[in-house]
């Protein structure tokens, strides 16, 4: 059964090279920008929002705050009395929230609702933001040990890929160095303007050490402040919307199809979970393919590019696999074809993905679902996809906790 289209209006992110505390700024002010920003992109009043949802992980360990759906009314007087509240997922509370406005447009509740996720993490040292971020792990049942609990869970990930098909570090490598270079394409990355040298994206201890296991600088995502917002729209409104402006309906970005899977909160169950398996995270294929099918698409080549989680290196290697872009454990095969590099057969994150333009937890899976909007309405920049009309997202909460794809699709 395919889904009732969900109209992307507009939406805008903020630079993710920002550091939102050092500038005197914090959560109000980079969820302020976003919104404001989509809304100035859909060219609409906050009066014409019906519904908000926000998606942030950890804002009350970062800065003291929750109750961040009443930030909308601080942004707009009108926003003053619509409905609003805050979503949680860890790495995909952003996705969450889109999940939660596409449902209530489909049941026709609503018409028009805004999305917005938001994080800031660079306001503490490195070694508590770690702690902060590691409460999307069973807290005090997984993790002893580790300085750095996600690097040692997705160093995890790859030792089970190594186990069960083998795994070279050079592949891991290329997909950072993918990404990296995606992203001095995107005015809004993180690293577009940092330094690398060709022995960053190796296995030298000095140009890219050891962080936990075979996890390496390069082969992480970035500690980032940022936010992103959506304007979502059902057909009704966005066809009156479309016309008002002189645009055609099929032209504007929707969201075809949706995938959502839930496991079991600590990594080693999912892993002995799958054992005899070929796909070590079975429920992310699920979800993926319950996107597919929601969307009346039959596979992956069917896609114009992907935008897909890799908070860390391993994380996008188990994405290819699963996405179908090659047989169970043979992702190299798509990293040492060119595949998912800009001009391949499928871009995987044309935008640089987390490892590159950056990783504001709340904002990632909003922002996706942007990216791939401005990919299929072809206002990605320098970031394009020649041709896009269909691009796929996948979102990661925890270990592979909590899993969401959207695809996102134009006629134009």
Not at 86 to 111: K, N
Not at 323 to 331: D, I, N, V, W
Request: glycine share 12%; net charge negative.
């Amino acid at each position: 059964m395919t889904s009732s289209p969900v109209y992307i209006l507009g939406g805008h992110q903020t630079d993710f090279a920002r550091n939102a505390s050092r500038d005197g700024d914090g959560l109000f002010e980079l969820m302020r920008d976003a919104v404001q920003g989509a809304l100035a992109d859909a060219a609409l009043d906050a009066r014409e929002i019906e519904s908000g949802h926000v998606g942030n992980f950890v804002g009350e360990l970062f800065a003291g705050q929750g109750q961040l759906g009443g930030m909308l009314a601080a942004i707009d007087p009108g926003f003053y009395g619509t409905p609003a509240g805050r979503h949680e997922a860890a790495c995909a509370s952003g996705s969450i929230a889109m999940l939660a406005a596409t449902a209530e447009i489909e049941c026709g509740r609503y018409d028009c609702v805004l999305v917005t996720g938001v994080e800031l993490e660079r306001n503490v040292p490195g070694a508590v933001a770690a702690q902060h971020l590691g409460a999307a792990t069973w807290v005090g049942e997984e993790g002893a040990g580790a300085t750095y609990v996600w690097p040692r869970m997705f160093h995890r990930v790859g030792q089970e890929y190594e186990r069960r098909y083998g795994l070279k570090y050079e592949h891991l490598a290329r997909i950072a160095e993918i990404n990296i270079s995606n992203a001095r394409r995107n005015p809004f990355a993180q690293t577009r303007a940092w330094n690398y040298t060709d022995a960053s994206f190796t296995a030298d201890d000095a140009a890219n050490p050891v962080i936990e296991g075979m996890i390496r600088r390069q082969d992480c995502g970035q500690v980032t402040d940022g936010a992103a917002a959506v304007v979502l729209a059902s057909p009704r409104f966005a066809e009156a919307w479309a016309r008002r402006r002189g645009h055609s309906l099929d032209g504007l970005p929707r969201i075809a199809g949706w995938g959502h899977r839930t496991a079991h909160l600590k990594l080693e169950p999912k892993l002995q979970a799958s054992a005899g398996q070929a796909y070590v995270f079975p429920h992310v294929r699920d979800a993926i393919q319950g996107a597919f099918h929601r969307a009346g698409i039959a596979d992956v080549w069917q896609l114009d590019g992907i935008e897909t989680h890799d908070c860390f290196t391993t994380t996008e290697y188990m994405a290819i696999d699963h996405f179908g872009l090659t047989a169970p454990g043979e992702s190299w095969r798509a990293i040492e074809a060119g595949t998912i590099a800009r001009g391949g057969r499928l871009p995987v994150n044309p935008s640089g993905g987390l490892i590159g333009l950056g990783h504001p937890v709340g904002a990632t899976g909003v922002r996706m679902v942007l990216d791939a909007a401005r990919q299929v309405a072809g206002r990605a920049g320098d970031c394009q996809v020649e041709g896009a009309r269909r691009f796929a997202t996948l979102n990661i909460g925890g270990s592979a906790t909590t899993v969401v794809s959207f695809i996102v699709e134009s006629d134009a």
